[in-house]
């Protein structure tokens, strides 16, 4: 097929429409004009790195406009979107992920593709705009690896930014920068909403606007042979430099799709600014964040502002620096700088890897933030996130540890029950039998004040229908609800008070050394015994000062909210506890 | 040149100065429109270099409950700060905003007393500070800054390089209303050897 123009042969009024078609346009001879550039010397898979960075922008563009489909740039919304995107959505982990890998390649087949220029003299008279504009480019991917990091607002993103812009505040006039950036001085709704206008929009615009530049000054002066290469005849753009491009892009693009297949991006637990968490920049950052390891106090300008400065202020000096012909082999006085600068780069990031993988803390402090985003996952299963972003059980489980509950109920160190399936029938029924076992009253205050239940078979699944029936689980027929509450009237009325659930039933209004049963392992029920165990009407009516003493605290200080995540959590069956 | 455009007669001599001025008043033109145009936006992305913080509000008290969960030769305990949040146009109760390090010094207590209490924010650039037992001291993961549990920096962290951090930990007033421990949370610029607020 010809590059262009309309088709040969076919009826003669379809060819009518297309020439009139290309005399109003001249579409289709632009494209010709386009597709025939001669490549000189003839196509080459070096001269395709151009070619596949277009198409990584591309893949980019597409990907991330899928992704803003589902995305939603609110501190509410963006890590349920996110992980519904990862989780939900048909494909949706496949496009993040190739999303996420494109940038990293994005990064090296830029860095292949300035060392190609480099070593051919590309950068050379008459190409030093290109060359320019391309050093340019570099720095603006970067802007897009620093943006979009925080729109995942997991740990790993929030932690991430928090350091790089704390590194970017503390450079001479970062301040400002950074102020502009955040929206002011917190990492919240603006900062998200700023970054993401960045990150799809400013960005998107002034990278797409630049590659067009480049792109009209390299096709203008044509691809810059190997110097000393043996002089061969040209050939046209298209098909052959266009099959290579299209090779090495399918390469690329396996490439990311077996990442994402294989490794995946992850997402980790939403963030917590309250949280301790190691940061650690992506794998292109890290060469800073090792550098910034060495240069410390006043020396720390160096890391932030002088050396990464001397770096751009090179590469945009480069065709200027070096002094040699455009068909001489590469100069030393660029190669010599590029290359330290290369290894310096690859030796700072692989000293921080191997720093870290050496590191045992650091190793246990990843374990620990996996743990706490499988924690998450788990409570998600159970128990969703609700409208305002917020997941119930994790943040229920988290006031569980982090309000001194865990201390007690995780461990066995002081005698306290354990809690992993709170709410259930099946621990209804396990505390019946056994209620002085280990995992409830067992060497507690509570100790031997209450017995176990006898009854067998059908009487003990109608006692529990009742029981459960108290806090609203319609579980059991009516009629074994009502058999149940007639042997609970019969055996344990002296020390429990219930009201009559059944119809003829007295309402036992007793006044019960044991706890109130009323709305048993309901919402209203649990709070009343989580604020306040020790009450009369809970477990403290059965207990002496001296036991009182040693059973557990009130939590008056919990607040409403506070006390109604954990009740939530509870009441989900505890899920996380620990035993 | 297309063909149904009539080719124009040549410019006159006499054009050129009136074309000059033209030519002003187009660049004048397209100054003025562009500036109208971009005013607003440039208000939008520049707002935040003029606009207070709208963050937590400094001098927060927020309590820590009862002074009796902290022993006198306990070691310090890093504690989650939870207030009522503003972030630009949503609420939010019970945030967490940030964390605190919290040693009981005396059996004494009061206002200021008894207590040592600091920002849990690293002065270096900002990471989570937290106490290690096996040194004995506050230390940040991500570079290494270490402090002696008074909050004063050391010189050499662990494994004999320099300490990143700029100054000491950020200490934060506190005083005990109704047997609780309250704090008073004030967030420090990072980065920096002086001690300022945020946005001051
Ligand atoms: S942020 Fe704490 S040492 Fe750098």
Redesign the interface.
């Given at each position: 097929m010809t590059a262009a123009g309309p088709r040969r042969g076919g009826g003669g009024a379809a060819r009518r429409v297309l020439d009139g078609f290309e005399a109003r346009t001249g579409l289709f001879g632009g494209v010709k004009t386009l597709l025939s550039t001669e490549v000189a010397g003839g196509a080459r898979f070096a001269y395709a790195l151009g070619g596949v960075l277009v198409f990584l922008f591309v893949i980019e563009a597409i990907t991330g406009v899928a992704m803003a489909a589902v995305y939603t740039p609110s501190v509410a919304g963006a890590w349920g979107s996110l992980h519904y995107l990862e989780h939900q959505v048909v494909l949706g982990s496949l496009v993040r992920g190739i999303h996420y890998f494109a940038s990293s390649a994005f990064i090296v087949v830029v860095v292949l593709h300035m060392t190609q220029a480099l070593l051919y003299g590309a950068h050379r008279r008459p190409r030093e705009a290109t060359w320019i504009v391309g050093v340019v480019l570099l720095l603006a991917l970067l802007g897009f690896g620093i943006t979009g990091r925080f729109l995942r607002m997991d740990q790993h993103g929030y932690w991430d930014t928090r350091v790089a812009t704390g590194v970017m505040g503390s450079a001479p006039g970062g301040d400002i920068l950074k102020t502009l950036m955040l929206g002011g001085q917190r990492y919240g709704s603006e900062a998200l909403t700023r970054f993401y206008a960045l990150h799809v929009f400013v960005l998107p615009g002034v990278f797409g606007l630049l590659t067009a530049l480049h792109l009209a000054f390299a096709r203008r002066h044509g691809p810059k042979p190997r110097p000393g290469a043996k002089p061969a005849p040209s050939q046209p753009w298209w098909p052959y430099q266009t099959l290579r491009t299209v090779v090495l892009s399918g390469v690329v693009l396996a490439t990311l799709i077996a990442l994402t297949l294989l490794v995946g991006v992850g997402l980790e637990a939403p963030a917590d600014p309250a949280s301790a968490y190691e940061a650690r920049p992506d794998w292109y950052f890290r060469f800073l964040f090792q550098l910034l390891h060495y240069l410390d106090g006043p020396l720390a300008l160096l890391g932030t502002v002088v050396l990464p400065g001397l770096a751009v202020v090179f590469l945009i000096a480069t065709p200027f620096i070096d002094r040699r012909a455009p068909g001489e082999g590469p100069s030393k006085r660029t190669l010599i700088p590029y290359a330290l600068m290369l290894v310096g780069v690859a030796t700072l990031t692989i000293v921080s890897f191997a720093d870290d993988a050496g590191n045992e803390r650091f190793q246990k402090a990843m374990a620990e933030a996996d743990e706490a985003t499988a924690t998450a996952e788990q409570m998600i299963a159970l128990g969703g996130i609700d409208a305002s972003g917020r997941i119930p059980l994790f943040e229920g489980l988290e006031l569980y540890r982090d309000k001194g509950c865990a201390g007690c109920h995780d461990g066995t160190k002081t005698p306290s029950p354990g809690l992993a399936g709170y709410g259930t029938r099946q621990r209804l029924e396990a505390f019946l039998a056994h209620p002085n076992g280990e995992a409830f009253f067992g060497k507690t205050p509570l100790d031997g004040k209450m017995d176990a239940v006898e009854a067998e078979g059908d009487a003990r699944i109608a006692l529990v229908d009742y029981l459960r029936s108290l806090g609203g689980h319609a579980e059991g027929s009516a009629a074994s609800v009502e058999r149940g509450a007639a042997a609970f009237v019969e055996d344990c009325t002296d020390c429990h008070n219930a009201p009559a659930l059944v119809a003829g039933m007295k309402d036992y209004a007793v006044d019960a050394a044991g706890p109130d049963l009323a709305g048993l392992y309901g919402f209203e029920w649990t709070r009343a015994v989580v604020r306040n165990a020790g009450h009369v009407t809970a477990y403290g009516g059965s207990l002496d000062k001296d036991e009182a003493k040693k059973a557990m605290p009130s939590y008056e200080e919990l607040s409403d909210e506070e006390l109604s995540r954990i009740v939530t959590w509870l009441l989900a069956g505890a899920p996380g506890a620990k035993r | 040149m297309a063909d149904d455009v009539p080719s124009p007669p040549p410019e006159a001599p006499a054009d050129a100065g009136r074309r000059r001025l033209l030519a002003r008043a187009a660049i004048g033109g397209c100054a003025c429109v562009g500036a109208a145009t971009l005013l607003g936006p440039a208000g939008v992305?520049?707002?935040?270099?003029f606009?207070g913080?709208?963050?937590p509000k400094d001098g927060l008290p927020v309590?820590l409950?009862?002074v009796s969960?902290f022993k006198v030769g306990a070691p310090p305990v890093?504690v989650?700060?939870?207030a009522d949040e503003r972030?630009?146009?949503?609420t939010?109760?019970?945030a967490?905003?940030?964390?605190a390090l919290v040693q009981r010094t005396a059996e004494n207590v009061g206002r200021n007393v008894g207590f040592t209490v600091l920002s849990?924010v690293c002065p270096?650039?900002?990471?989570?500070?937290?106490y290690r037992d096996d040194l004995s001291r506050f230390h940040c993961?991500?570079?290494?800054s270490s402090f002696e549990t008074s909050g004063a920096r050391v010189e050499t962290t662990e494994g004999g390089?320099?300490?990143?951090s700029?100054r000491d930990l950020d200490p934060l007033d506190y005083d005990v209303v109704n047997d609780?421990l309250v704090v008073t949370w004030v967030?420090y610029?990072?980065?920096?050897a002086e001690r300022k607020k945020?946005?001051a």
């Open positions: - | 992305a520049l707002g935040p270099l606009q913080d709208d963050g309590a409950g009862p969960a890093r989650v700060l939870r972030d630009a146009w949503s939010r109760k019970n967490p905003i940030g964390s849990g270096h650039l900002g990471c989570a500070v937290d993961p991500c570079h290494g390089k320099p300490n990143p700029p609780r967030r610029a990072t980065a920096t945020v946005g």
